[in-house]
């Protein structure tokens, strides 16, 4: 392990444990690049939000009444509370924060502040909710902290478009309640998991057994990409079973 280490292909242990270097990820590479932070199968209607936290960083996603969807921080302009305080919702015409009650166009214009004749020089068109780049690809919506700078998600992950095109993405729906679980593990750990199969006939039996015998990790490009085929053996298990129906399967993390 020490000499793999050396010739670069591991990580050094603390630099899964540093704080230090969390924080400067954070800064270079997570609120640098496109996020996933929903669906649009998620915000339908006018009014429709939903927020999504990075560390320090906190965006509203919002559909306004022309059907656009708008990313901002979730910030008001006057003292920093969120003015979309739920995970999800409907705020209905305006988003509206719950502290002092300054009020929001769905588009990010500040539309109204209770007691004006307090802010002789307010100037409106100059405290609307602070944009965040937004970019909705196969229906799926990502944003980006600190600005794209010309970088496009389409671009991105333009070597797979062809082979998710037969899914329909955009036309997904959910098919029950989304629950989140926070666990106590630097980020670095699930992208080496997610980055081999070699784990997958020990930790996942069933998924080895509906495709594990022509699994293979493969690029597209400079995207990973895991195939395998969905053979006719007969199953142990009942989900395999149900699944076993000859069909190709291919997923590709997000990178």
Known sequence: MVETRRNGLMLAPWTYTSEELCELEIDHIFR????????????AQAGDYLTFNLAKERAVLVRDESGEINAFHNVCRHRGSRVAPDRQGNCGHVLRCPFHGWTYELNGTLKS???PQGFPDLKKNSNALVPIDLEIWNGFIFICFEGAQGRSVANQFGG??????????EEMVPCGAEYDEVVDYNWKFFHDVDNE?????VAHPALHELYGRDYCD???GNIPMSTGVVDDYPARSWSVARYNCGFILVFSPIR
Do not use: D, F, N, T
């Not at 797979?160 to 993405?169: F, V």
């Open 218 to 220: 493969s690029y597209l």
């Open 197 to 201: 199969g070699y784990h997958v006939p």
């Open 32 to 43: 640098h690049q496109w996020l996933l932070a929903g669906h649009i199968s998620e915000l």
């Open 113 to 115: 502040v209770p007691r």
């Open 160 to 169: 797979i478009s062809e082979k998710i095109r037969p899914y329909k993405l």
